[in-house]
């Protein structure tokens, strides 16, 4: 018989999970996403490092035309009056096959839903209730249809409504402090920045980054800046407050549409009470943006998951979250530090950052500690 999945929400983790599920003949997958049709948020960049491109390429990622991706040598360091600090050398990380990446977020959407958009997801769907029946879980939707499966992953992003659903309790993620304000980059005179590499622009209480997102000179800008949660925000005014009034020259940088939000992460893992229910991506576990993971993480955590379910494991729950867990706790110590360091106001602690910064940046145990047991390809 064969084993039938419903996996809620079609975001990165989702549809990379129901890649994997597919190879598999004896396993049957629906995907149930809420919107009408699925979220590319066209022009929004992402970072993949190797630890996530080598997956994705089980899935044959490189059919991806060339020109729709970018492979980034170094990520520069700057701090506040454009000055360059120092670079760390991405390739460090690549092997022949799996480079540090960065591409629209769009593109990779397209790429994971290609063999599964006409078959496998439903839109439009909402779980009401989840009811366990025998070994089996009974899902209920909002629109009165329903769906006897053996198991069930909840990736439906930061927020998760469904995992509210199941628990039967309110699950919230937290402000973290900050929002994010993102726009995109085509034709700016007098680029300051080198547009083959990732720019990481260190401010007083926020930073800048931008990079390729294809081979087309189009870049993605992603500021972060420290802000209480805001009921109304004045864009404008806040980027002429927080970042132009220490670099009148960034003003450059947003001049096209700009799109924010705020910025939620999540205290600790969730660990589900069903044997046969698992949450994974955002849902599972939300980080700070400041390592660029978490998405690389969703698609690990999405590959591990596949793994165990076609081995038939014991103990699956437990296997999962332990090698989750151990992995959330690595990159967000390291997440958490990058963010407070690259937000620091005291001029000698500043000074003392970028001395260890030129130091670390150049040191290859530091580098093989702190970075390359997260970015190394599995
Ligand atoms: C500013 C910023 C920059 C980032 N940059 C990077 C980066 O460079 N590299 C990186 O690796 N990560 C990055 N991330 C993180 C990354 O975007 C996320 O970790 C990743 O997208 C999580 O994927 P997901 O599939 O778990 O969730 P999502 O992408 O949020 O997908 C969830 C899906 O579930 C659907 N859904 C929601 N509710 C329901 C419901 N009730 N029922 C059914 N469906 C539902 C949604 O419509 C959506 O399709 C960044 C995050 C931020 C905030």
């Known amino acids: 018989m064969k084993k039938k999945f419903a996996i809620i929400g079609s975001g990165i983790a989702g549809l990379t999970l ?51 991706f970018f492979n980034p040598s170094k990520l520069d360091f700057y701090s506040n009056d454009n000055i360059k600090i120092c670079d760390l050398n991405l390739e460090r990380f690549n092997t022949k096959k799996n480079k540090y990446t960065t591409l629209k977020r769009s593109t990779l959407i397209e790429f994971l839903k290609t063999d599964l958009f006409l078959k496998n997801i439903k839109f439009g769907k909402k779980v009401k209730k989840v009811t366990k029946l025998k070994e089996k879980l009974l899902i209920n939707f909002a629109d009165n249809t329903n769906d006897l499966v053996d198991y069930m992953i909840i990736s439906d992003g930061v927020f998760s409504n469904t995992k509210s659903i199941i628990e039967h309790k309110s699950v919230k993620p937290f402000y973290n402090g900050s929002i994010a304000i993102r726009t995109f980059i085509k034709d700016i005179k007098d680029f300051a920045y080198d547009k083959k590499n990732i720019s990481l622009i260190m401010l007083k209480n926020a930073h800048i980054v931008i990079y390729p997102v294809n081979k ?26 927080e970042i132009i009034s220490q670099n009148k020259n960034l003003g450059n940088l947003f001049k096209n549409s700009l799109d924010f939000w705020p910025i939620y992460i999540t205290k600790k893992p969730y660990k589900s009470s069903y044997e046969n229910l698992f949450y994974l991506g955002d849902a599972f576990y939300t980080f700070p943006p400041t390592m660029a993971q978490g998405a690389s993480q969703s698609i690990e955590a999405a590959y591990e998951l596949f793994n165990l379910l076609s081995k038939d494991s014991k103990d699956l729950q437990n296997l999962y979250f332990k090698k989750r867990e151990e992995r959330i706790n690595l990159v967000n110590k390291r997440s958490m530090l990058n963010y407070y360091s690259f937000h620091l106001s005291n001029p000698f602690m500043i000074k003392a950052r970028n001395f260890v910064l030129k130091k670390a940046t150049k040191s290859e145990k530091f580098l093989n500690r702190y970075l390359k047991n997260i970015y190394q390809e599995i």
Do not use: H, M, W
């Open 216 to 241: 087309k000179e189009e870049l993605n800008l992603v500021c972060i800046i420290r802000q209480r949660l805001p009921n109304k925000i004045d864009l404008k005014l806040l980027i002429e407050k």
């Open 18 to 68: 129901a890649n994997f599920l597919k190879i598999d003949t004896n396993f049957e997958v629906n995907i149930y996403e809420r919107e009408k049709e699925l979220t590319l948020d066209e022009g929004y960049g992402i970072q993949l490092a190797p630890n996530s491109i080598s997956i994705l390429n089980k899935l044959n990622f490189l059919k991806i035309e060339e020109i729709n």
